[in-house]
């Protein structure tokens, strides 16, 4: 049997956040396993890549041996002394399985760290220079990934997921063993081609159920379908990541043609390209979301759902903007509840003093000056209080456990605010029914959330309004400090590819 190394090292990392990721970040999403307990993942039944991954090679009689897996929600860039950890934990499990036949790695592809700009690159080109250059190292990205020329010298093959909600995860480490094992057996002899654009994707137009990145999705779709191609897919790239390699990639896989890879992938970044005036930015301020909110009710409208773009801790960003809650308070709708807004001087506040008493508090916007004032509130009811830990029911990522540290739920005239402590975007609402609240009950949910939260809300909401209130993850990227970015690229400047 041959044997290979699996492990995730998974951070997408906002350059643009105040909040460094440490150890600590690491381990409290409870998504931190060494050796033979990274299997414990599909014990809990999450469907990510590195369970895809594992699964698919037992069924392919692979030897799986797994050194490291973790995870961190989006934040800051990584402290140089928990890359160091992880690295150590990573390269110390390896160790003890040598020898070894090939890597099949989960990475996300938009890692930084105070200690390199480019944590995939650095952990790859690591890789290599301990288990020489013959060894296969194939591995699965993020949609988002910032490919550097770094990673691309130092991986045979890259495969960003297609799908954003990222639905398509388990399907694409489930890729990665079977094209490992085809490798193996001399049956393929992949070559790779990453075409990178000029060109950043804001989040709120990544969706790949809508226009423009619908179309893309198809275009690559149909590339894969070309006979003696054996993967394509459109990384978005992430701005905030804000380094010099930041930007979209195109990645075409062929069966040893090279001029093929070459061919298509440059086909298609033009054609992607040419559409750049498709990818600008187009959220509503809070104020004519709110207003298109309350015309909708008055039609009769049930369930719907306002997304905040730009205070998406799924995107690094600290979770307690107050833009879109200060104006839900000050129209007081009926059936409104918000969350999850990230405060844990607030949650603590309202655990300590207990669910049935009024607290005075200051709200939210306490972490930076991108995310409006906290919003000062007397006579606040604290309705519930729990631990804020389930496990992910959106199909993104099922299973994934959750942990928002204490969370409560707030009660201000008819507006239900729920707190947690710790950040993670709203993919679902197990926080709200953990906390009493059945959003089905309700006018309008609020969430802290680009793209994620569609793949389940979609099927309850009669309507999805997304707003874009200043913040670190705006897609409104002229209004970004973006400090590293190599220029010219689009549409920060006006360029051609
Ligand atoms: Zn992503």
């Known amino acids: ?52 991954i594992m699964e698919k090679g037992q069924e392919l009689q692979l030897d799986i041996s797994p050194c490291f897996c973790t995870f961190a929600s989006p934040s800051g860039k990584i402290s140089a002394k928990c890359f160091d950890t992880l690295k150590q934990k990573f390269f110390s499990n390896i160790d003890e399985s040598v020898p070894i036949d090939g890597f099949c790695l989960a990475l996300h592809g938009a890692g930084v760290s105070e200690a390199d700009p480019d944590v995939e690159g ?59 094992q085809q490798i193996l057996t001399g049956d393929i002899n992949p070559v790779m081609k990453v075409k990178k654009l000029p060109l950043l994707i804001p989040l709120n137009k990544g969706c790949t159920e809508e226009f423009p990145m619908e179309e893309v999705l198809k275009k690559c779709l149909e590339c894969e379908n070309t006979p003696g191609v054996l993967y394509c897919s459109f990384a978005q790239g992430f701005p905030y990541s804000d380094i010099e390699e930041c930007g979209a990639s195109v990645v075409v896989i062929t069966d040893g043609d090279t001029e ?39 039609k009769g409208a049930k369930l719907i759902v306002m997304n905040e773009i730009s205070d998406n801790p799924g995107a690094g960003t600290p979770g307690d903007g107050t833009y879109l809650l200060r104006e839900l308070l000050n129209r007081n709708l009926p059936g409104t509840c918000a969350g999850v807004l990230i405060d844990p001087e607030t949650a603590a506040l309202a655990s300590k003093a207990g ?62 605010i729920i707190v947690g402590s710790q950040g993670f975007q709203t993919m679902d609402d197990g926080v709200f029914t953990l906390l009493g ?17 569609k793949a389940y ?33 689009y549409p920060l400047d006006e360029t051609e590819m």
């Open 122 to 180: 650095n952990l790859l080109e690591e890789i290599r220079h301990r288990y020489g250059s013959n060894l296969p190292i194939i591995v699965t990205l993020d949609p988002h990934a910032n490919i550097t020329s770094k990673m691309i010298q130092n991986a045979d093959l890259l495969l960003p997921s297609k799908l954003y909600p990222h639905t398509d995860t388990y399907e694409t480490g489930q890729k990665a063993s079977c094209l490992m």
């Open 457 to 489: 809300f979609k099927h309850l909401a009669d309507h999805i309004i997304s707003v874009d209130p200043p913040g670190i993850s705006s897609g409104n990227l002229h209004q970004l400090p973006l400090k590293h970015i190599k220029h010219p690229i």
């Open 260 to 298: 093929l890879a070459e061919t298509l992938s440059q086909q298609l970044a033009d054609w992607i390209f040419q559409r750049r005036k498709d990818f600008i930015s187009d959220g509503l301020t809070v104020q004519q979301g709110v207003d298109k909110a309350q015309e909708l009710i008055n």
């Open 1 to 52: 049997m041959k044997r290979i190394i699996v492990g995730q090292i998974m951070h997408e990392s906002s350059s643009l956040s105040r909040t460094p990721t440490l150890e600590s970040n690491f381990r409290q999403t409870l998504i931190w396993f060494e050796g033979k307990n990274v299997f414990d993942l599909s014990t809990i039944g999450m469907r990510d890549f590195l369970t895809g």
């Open 437 to 453: 609240i059945d959003v089905r009950q309700y006018n309008i949910v609020a969430v802290k959330s680009a793209q994620h939260f």
């Open 355 to 416: 669910a049935g008493s009024y607290i005075s508090l200051k709200l939210g916007g306490k972490t930076d000056e991108y995310h409006g004032k906290p919003i000062e509130l007397e006579n606040v009811y604290v309705k519930s209080i729990c631990d804020g830990k389930y496990n992910l029911l959106s199909p993104m990522t099922h299973g994934q456990p959750v942990n928002y540290g204490t969370t409560v739920r707030l009660q201000k005239g008819n507006i239900d």
